[in-house]
């Protein structure tokens, strides 16, 4: 979640809006520091510090701040078991940022910079946090992304690309047929009228996604995709059958047994059986979280 841009239509739409960002936790915490949420004068909200009793607590606190007007950083800290009666226990410490018109220009500012990026902070006489973009600073805002290939627009491809729209990956969803896309697609997806070329740009570490609607284009982008040892993880849709043939076929052309050994097929973590195209993306998208090491 952009923070600043959900800051900015608060404040646009309904004139003010409150920052509450996790900057400590011990513990059995449900979110880690820089866990951050907006909340609205309305009560509507963004983002999530763990949800339960405390996201509940926080929301109260954020309220009340935004009605006592735009005011100085305030801190509060909550020990989930015998404050909040949440049973994981834990110590979380959280900070409470109230905004309103005055502040659109430097929140509109932050909102446009590209993620992830640091901030360097200081806390004026006023008590209020002033905050100026660094190469390295004290508040990091988003996260790293991966670069993920996808190949092939069909419904299974139309499903990963919804999983994959909140998580931290930069989808470059490829397909070479006419009218393959949908009309609209998430924000951090790029539609790319291509084929198996597409490899050769691809950066160093990126994911391939192979789920194209030809078993020889799978043949050939897996195979080139292999073949160029720079990726960290190359999926390919289908079952053990599938990948016996192509890896068959792939060692006749020349690639060796540790490159084959880097293919993924099937696809998905195990222990999903419904073939419906939104189950198998979920577990595409667990997956590779998982081989993102998140």
């Known amino acids: ?13 309904e004139g003010a809006g409150a ?4 900057v400590g936790a011990q513990g059995s915490a449900p979110r880690e520091p820089g866990a951050r949420m907006v909340v609205r004068p309305s009560g509507a909200f963004s983002g999530t510090i763990g949800g339960g009793a405390l996201e509940v607590e926080a929301m109260a606190i954020a309220a009340r701040a935004m009605a006592e007007g ?22 979380v410490d ?9 502040d659109i220009a430097e ?15 200081r806390q004026g ?7 100026e973009l660094a190469a390295e600073g004290e508040e990091t805002f988003g996260e790293p992304t991966t670069s ?20 931290p990956f930069r989808v470059r969803w490829i397909d070479a047929r006419p009218d393959a896309f949908p009309r609209y697609a998430p924000a951090n997806v790029e539609l790319v009228r291509g084929s198996e070329e597409e490899i050769d740009a691809a950066p160093d570490g990126a994911f391939i996604v192979v789920m194209t609607h030809s078993h020889p284009l799978d043949l050939g982008i897996v195979s080139r995709a292999l073949a160029a040892e720079r990726f960290g993880y190359v999926g390919l849709i289908g079952s053990a059958t599938k990948r016996a043939r192509f890896s068959s076929q792939m060692r006749q052309a020349g690639l060796s047994q540790a490159a084959l050994a880097r293919l993924t097929c099937p696809i998905g973590v195990p222990g999903i059986a419904s073939k419906a195209p939104a189950a198998i993306a979920a577990g595409v998208a667990a997956q590779l979280l998982q081989a993102r090491g998140q």
């Open 148 to 167: 993920l290939l996808l190949f092939g627009a069909g419904h299974v491809g139309r499903a990963l690309v919804l999983a994959l729209a909140p998580l």
């Open 125 to 131: 006489a006023d008590g209020r946090l002033a905050r």
């Open 19 to 22: 920052l509450v960002s996790v």
């Open 94 to 102: 959280l900070t409470f940022e109230t905004f309103d018109a005055s």
């Open 70 to 91: 735009r005011g100085p950083l305030k801190r509060k800290a909550m020990a989930l078991g015998p404050q909040l009666a949440q049973c994981c226990g834990g110590r």
């Open 1 to 13: 979640m952009n923070v600043f841009a959900a800051l900015a239509a608060a404040i646009r739409e």
């Open 107 to 121: 929140i509109e500012a932050l909102a446009q910079a590209p993620t992830p990026f640091s901030t360097r902070t």
